[in-house]
């Protein structure tokens, strides 16, 4: 396994690339938009590719860009490459499913992978799943993708959620990465310290741990043993602004890395968002499927939900912009306290938006299972802005998810930086306004309570800030073809009530 | 709940004694009949349909029966309840005679038909426990008050604007204030099973009215246009257990689809709208029928549009199902009685390009503002279009048959 790992990653560095993932996706939508012969449209996406890999052999050469090019490098953007754009793209016909062999062979590599680890770990005894991130990103986008094929949307939509939520939140300390890396999780569990800071693996440390990328909804570092991926978009900035900047100014290769390091990881993280925008909230963020749950507990008790008012709309949308650039300008301060950690008096912690956000309340909890750390590292923070922060947001967490749905993902900082790229970029959701009867149900389902989709009368493109891409509005739309959800000028899905209907 | 009427000065019910009316009514019914059962390629179970609505004892069965008026009027609602919905709006032209008598004589002939039902001693209208209408105009509103007097009655308000952001929470109001009235009035228990059970039992109607549609845009001669009022028809305007409605329709739905026509059809398509043709009124579908076109497909609150749209609900409690049944009532209405004509214009439009329909036809009632004042826009729009279209501006009355049918004759040498 450890050779065909080496084969594997010296071979497919290039697919690692973001800009491999952005060119394709974009030759893909060109050939889809402009080309009308099919050899064309194959043709293009391989001419791209062919060049690419040229481009990056010959860039490789340089030493400086081979670095900037390095930094870049994720398994994630491979598996999206390879798995997941031509399980979006190819056509649904007679021959798809010769192209399922590719994922069914990642998630056949992947048990190989944890088989082989097994075998080789020096001692005996349960290790959780030893496995390379890269095959786990395959093996999990796998399944995803084979699950599609049997699973009605709604249905899909759930797995995809519960399987990125595991990995997420249990992927901390039940995927590492090998014996070495298990055994130092280990022992780091053993450090008990109060202090906050030395908790490492709890708490986001200035420091790159060869954790995967950043994504950008809120996948959170507060899962035990620190989860499986870096952190959320918030994070991100916040450590962009805990640089000292004097620093880097003068010259220190420590903190002029960490600053490579962090606008590296912005830049991919802003490729996931321009592919995904909020796709990412309603489908991956492990926050929002836990919220879920209180709503999926509401709807067993059998309340109907409140459809929350225009000023709460707002206050929620204004509160978040507002609570999300104030913590950003604390994490700036944060480079500016004195010995005892004080900025003109106030204690200022390291990363402050996460002492308020509600996912280091919650994700912790959710994945408690092996975590032998104090659940709630937030609780020592307790004083002024963060004692009412954490106990006010985590209120309006459980009780907004309780009672209206997504009231809180228009909170969500993490959500609007994916809002930002919902206009514009890849995923749009279109609307045919002829065919609209005026019914309502898309804004009755919508867990963000989006009017503008009904209202829409005269425009195709009806995606919104606020959208989450979750599909719920095209899978209850009764009228056929009315909605559609465009992936780079791909047709994804389409409103079909007969084919609902006629599928039971 | 807050009383819509107060009885101070409440008068007395009074029947019309008028038999020679009552026998030209039945006489408008019988030629009906005839026509329909003269058509050809009809389904073998026309038999079931036809039973229903020809049926003319109205003695009141085993289910309280609740009577509404147009198509904003949930059904699903009343069914929870355990109720018989039973739709009142009346197409006799004689029974237009006899509404006269209390309404006023320049209202539109359906009003005055519907309020000559409850002048009627043997009527549907008058086997009704209660009844429920909608503000959809003038003259539903004032009639409302009168039958007040007869019947229990609730008025349903509509927004005068099919704003869902700004009138969404006001109209599911207004329908909890309408199963408050059924719980009390007919003093039975909203029974949450049972709406999910007619919720489904409404999407499957819709289902199958589109099947039937579609069947028909392909093969316009496997069912006439009347046939197919007619099924619907049956489904809404008499007492009907939907589970059998449901079946017979699969039954015909699936006989004509092996339908296969003998030659090639070169009958002229087209699309109608405008105001609402009930049975027995079925001049203008019959004179298109004999002129030698075929409606495709229709916007009529009384024909295929009325069970178009399904109803959809997200969730399954019964708060979410009855804003549900608002939306689709109420928001996914085509009545002109609201301020936009967008949505019907639009319909219009995409049920010309589904079928591929050769022209439209606008049926206005007379007397009823609202469709003829849309008419002017429709008008422009399909002009613009370059689509031929046809206003018939006429009302129940059957004299102007014949000018009628040089009109349309005239209208289809266009093609």
């Known amino acids: ?504 | 709940m807050d009383k819509q009427f107060q009885d101070l000065y409440k008068l007395n019910q009074q029947f019309s004694e008028n038999p020679g009316n009552l026998k030209k009514q039945r006489f408008i019914e019988d030629e009906q009949i005839r026509f329909q059962t003269d058509l050809p390629y009809r389904p073998s179970n026309m038999t079931y349909f036809e039973n229903i609505m020809y049926n003319r004892d109205f003695s009141s069965g085993a289910k309280p029966r609740v009577g509404y008026f147009c198509n904003m009027i949930p059904q699903e609602l009343i069914y929870a309840f355990g109720a018989q919905p039973v739709r009142l709006d009346c197409g006799n032209a004689a029974g237009a005679l006899i509404g006269e008598e209390v309404l006023c004589g320049d209202i539109c002939p359906l009003a005055k038909s519907s309020f000559g039902a409850f002048l009627n001693k043997n009527s549907i209208a008058n086997s009704c426990d209660i009844l429920i209408l909608p503000t959809s105009c003038d003259a539903k509103r004032k009639m409302g008050e009168i039958l007040n007097d007869i019947k229990p009655v609730f008025m349903l308000n509509l927004p005068p604007e099919q704003n869902h952001e700004r009138f969404a929470r006001q109209t599911y109001l207004e329908f909890l204030r309408l199963a408050e009235f059924l719980r009390k009035n007919l003093k039975l228990k909203l029974s949450g099973r049972n709406l999910r059970k007619y919720l489904k039992l409404g999407q499957q109607r819709s289902l199958l009215v589109r099947e039937i549609q579609k069947i028909r845009t392909i093969n316009p001669r496997a069912l006439s246009m009347c046939d197919f009022f007619l099924i619907i028809q049956s489904s809404m305007f008499r007492p009907v257990d939907l589970e059998d409605w449901i079946e017979q329709t699969k039954i015909a739905c699936d006989e004509i689809k092996r339908f296969k026509p003998p030659r090639k059809s070169l009958r002229t398509k087209l699309v109608l709208t405008g105001a609402p043709i009930i049975w027995p009124n079925y001049k203008v579908l019959n004179l298109f029928e004999e002129c030698g076109a075929d409606i495709l497909a229709d916007t009529l609150c009384t024909g295929a549009q009325s069970c178009f749209d399904p109803v959809i609900s997200g969730e399954w409690t019964n708060g979410s199902i009855l804003r549900a049944l608002a939306n689709r009532y109420v928001y996914a209405s085509a009545c002109p009685c609201f301020i936009s004509q967008n949505t019907r214009i639009n319909r219009i439009l995409e049920l010309v390009d589904e079928t591929g329909a050769e022209g439209v036809v606008n049926y206005s009632l007379r007397l009823c503002q609202l469709f003829d004042i849309e008419n002017y826009r429709i008008d422009q729009v399909l002009k613009s279009k370059k689509i031929p279209y046809i206003n018939i501006r006429t009302d129940y009355s059957l004299e102007d048959r014949e000018q009628l049918r040089v009109r349309i004759e005239a209208f289809l040498e266009i093609f």
């Not at chain 1, 978040?320 to 005892?340: H, M, P, Q, R």
């Not at chain 1, 389902?445 to 009904?454: A, F, T």
């Open chain 1, 1 to 504: 396994m450890n050779y065909l790992y080496g084969i594997l990653s010296q071979y497919l560095t290039p697919l690692t690339s973001p800009f491999f993932l952005l060119g394709l996706i974009l030759s893909v939508d060109i050939a889809f938009r402009k080309l009308n012969k099919l050899t064309h449209k194959v043709l293009l996406p391989l001419i791209f590719g062919c060049g690419f890999f040229l481009f990056y052999i010959v860039a490789g050469k340089n030493a400086e860009t081979a670095k900037w090019l390095g930094r870049l490098n994720n398994p994630l953007f491979a598996v999206l490459a390879v798995i997941v754009v031509p399980a979006i793209f190819l056509p649904r016909g007679k021959y798809y499913k010769f192209f399922l062999i590719l994922p069914l062979l990642a998630i056949i590599l992947a048990v190989a992978d944890i088989i082989s680890q097994i075998l080789a770990s020096p001692e005996k005894g349960f290790h959780w799943f030893l496995i390379r991130p890269g095959y786990l990103i395959a093996a999990v986008a796998g399944i995803i993708v084979i699950a599609q094929n049997f699973l009605k949307l709604d249905k899909f939509r759930n797995f995809t959620r519960a399987t990125v939520l595991v990995v997420l939140l249990f992927g901390g300390f039940a995927f590492r990465q090998n014996y070495t890396d298990y055994k130092s999780m280990i022992e780091r569990r053993q450090n008990t310290t109060p202090d906050i800071m030395n908790i490492s693996e709890t708490t986001p440390v200035m420091r790159f741990d060869n954790r995967l990328v950043y994504i950008p909804s809120a996948p959170c570092r507060f899962a035990s043993d620190g989860g499986y991926v870096q952190g959320c978009i918030m994070e991100l900035t916040q450590r962009i602004h805990q640089i000292n900047f004097d620093k880097v100014f003068a010259g220190d290769p420590s903190e002029v890395s960490l600053l490579a390091i962090a606008l590296a990881a912005l830049l991919s993280v802003t490729v996931l968002a321009y592919i995904g925008a909020r796709w990412w909230c309603g489908w991956i963020c492990p926050l929002s499927t836990i919220g879920e749950l209180f709503n999926f507990l509401r709807k067993l008790i059998g309340f109907s939900y409140l459809k929350p008012t225009k000023t709460a709309r707002i206050t929620a949308v204004t509160s978040g912009v507002s609570l999300g650039l104030f913590s950003i300008n604390l994490a700036y301060l944060y480079t500016k306290i004195d010995k005892e950690g004080k900025f003109m008096g106030c204690k200022i912690p390291i990363y402050p938006f996460c002492k308020i956000c509600p996912g280091q309340m919650v994700c912790p909890v959710a994945s408690m299972a092996d975590s032998s750390y104090f659940v709630l590292p937030g609780m020592e923070w307790l004083f002024g802005f963060f004692k009412v922060g954490v106990v006010a947001l985590t209120g309006f967490f459980v009780i907004g998810f309780m009672t209206s749905r997504r009231i809180f993902c228009r909170f969500c900082p993490m959500g609007m930086f994916g809002g930002v790229f919902n206009r514009g970029a890849m995923l749009a959701i279109k609307k045919d306004p002829r065919k609209c009867n005026g019914c309502g149900i898309c804004n009755e389902v919508c867990p963000m309570d989006i009017n503008s989709i009904q209202k829409e009368m005269v425009k195709t493109d009806v995606s919104c800030f606020d959208c989450v891409y979750c599909a719920r509005c095209i899978d209850n739309c009764p009228q056929d073809k009315c909605l559609s959800l465009e992936f780079a000028g791909k047709r994804i899905i389409e409103s079909d009530f007969t084919k609902k209907m006629n599928n039971g």
